[in-house]
């Protein structure tokens, strides 16, 4: 493995999104000497001028990109890595906009949530290594620039559709050394399901009960008793499909919610913010591969038509 | 059967609750010559002074009653039939509060929503016969003694757990001869069940789909999907316990709504007025029949999880 820090054995990364999960991560491999650009949007100015300030109980840092850009295509040359840290949503691929710094040699790094969400990235670039990233990580951005990092921050990652990186090998490497803790691992596949365990109740369920939190939820009797039912739908799936998990995930994950600080999930937090849910990333692809798979799943097809259906009418609400 | 009119003949009837069920068939039966009394709360003073105004398309009314109490215990005598008209909250047992007015000849009659709400009144009064009437209206109270009748009206009634009733067949005559369609049977059971299988998907779905009337539920393809998902466990538990409904009951509940005037269940307007839902009623009745019964119902039991914690936070939010 390489020693960092010299600029010219120094990774490149582009990272796509300047939200909590692009500013951490981008930010501890530009602190870990990689040579780290950011495509902003909204926060253009704010990063153009200022970097990214991240807030930790680890330690605050600041994060001064290589390049702040508009655009990809605003890059000179194009990056070893592009890191996409952008929401999931259907209305907005990514794969065009990083079209034209996708090199021979780049390798393209998900770091988003939701489940069969690499199959779009693997076909419009199937030359290219595609690698997916599990963050698990309390972190929002709280405003321009600003990201607030509360808690956790491991990451697992590794290539997609499965086998060994040399690439993820690194960026694993890199993070480990600015204190990161990072699982590399030939089936990101079973991990991504893994994390489904988790995400499959908890979002939707925390959104549909009314804005409920972890606490809220594993105390009422019956919605505790409806998340391993929806675990155990997700865990059928993923063994249908070839990735069979470990029995004990489901008390694993359960037991590990009830020992958190009370937690406020991604979508409930889009959803207060009438900002569009990760619906199909996290819960639809979920039902469809289930559905491919001939697994039944009737708690979690109840949540996705329910979730469905609120999510379009908070976003009508937000444009109003 | 008798002919009504006269005030010596005419059967005496406390109706509990002057909201849209209790003003509306209240006053039908006021129309066609029964003696019938009121146990008014919120709306005392104003039934008390001007009787409630019934807005209706088929010709608007008043209904002055006989009485109007603020307890049923101020009622000269026992009166034949207690029409309760309340809505059913676990919190609000009604059993302890008609107790005063229950003769031996007093007949107790349902005109509520849910299933198997009539055991705790029998369990109460095992001697007293117990109707249910199970009412296809679209009404509402609209201001203190005000109704809104919209549309229809049609009440299936009978005695529980089964068998005739010449006092159901009486009170069926009577709200006939003004004009409001009705079926006496001798299955009122298996009729609350039918009566369910429209209430269980639609109610729980308008409230956790973020808002949603009749008509946004069938135009999206998820949830389109979930109601006779839904429906089809309530025939199959109804079918458990021995009241099998007629296959065609599902299609024709969805055909039926498809050509109705989008509409906003009962659990919806409750819900956005930020009032106690009928969710242990309407669901939470139905969900333990199944479990008792061994029938899965995945779906349903998705719903009444979800439901139960809404409810309960949209009445915190209430009592703000």
């Known amino acids: 493995m390489n020693q960092t820090g010299s600029q010219a054995t120094a990774p490149t990364i582009l990272v796509i999104g300047t939200g909590a999960i692009g500013g951490f991560y981008g930010g501890k491999l530009a602190q870990a000497g990689a040579r780290v650009s950011v495509v902003a949007r909204s926060d253009y100015s704010v990063v153009k001028e200022r970097g990214l300030s991240i807030q930790s109980p680890s330690g605050d840092f600041r994060f001064v990109p290589e390049h702040v850009l508009r655009e990809p295509g605003d890059l000179p040359g194009m990056p070893d890595t592009i890191l996409v840290a952008t929401k999931v949503l259907p209305e907005q691929p990514v794969t065009d906009l990083i079209r034209p710094v996708v090199g021979p040699e780049t390798s393209i790094f998900l770091i988003q949530n939701g489940i069969e969400i690499e199959a779009p990235m693997a076909e419009a670039f199937p030359r290219n290594e595609i690698l997916r990233g599990l963050a698990f990580i309390a972190a929002s951005r709280i ?25 993820a090998t690194t960026l694993g490497a890199l993070l480990e050394s600015v204190g990161v803790p990072c699982v590399v691992t030939e089936d990101v596949v079973a991990a991504s399901w893994q994390k489904l365990v988790w995400n499959a109740p908890f979002n939707p369920i925390s959104v549909l009960a009314g804005g409920a939190d972890t606490a809220a939820i594993l105390a009422s009797e019956e919605t ?77 097809e109840t949540l996705y038509a329910l979730l469905q259906l609120i999510d379009r009418r908070n976003r009508s609400a937000g444009r109003d």
């Open 224 to 300: 505790a008793r409806l998340v391993p039912l929806v675990m155990e739908e997700v865990c059928r799936t993923a063994a249908a499909l070839g990735h069979p998990l470990p029995p004990s995930v489901i008390d694993q994950n359960i037991e590990g919610t009830k020992v958190m600080v009370p937690y406020k999930t991604s979508m409930l937090l889009d959803f207060e913010a009438r900002r569009p849910m990760e619906v199909e990333a996290i819960l639809g692809n979920g039902v469809r591969a289930a559905r491919r798979a001939g697994a039944p799943i009737p708690h979690m």
């Open 143 to 167: 405003g321009p620039g600003l990201i607030h990092h509360y808690d956790y921050g491991r990451l697992t990652l590794g290539r997609y559709p499965g086998g060994p990186s040399p690439r």
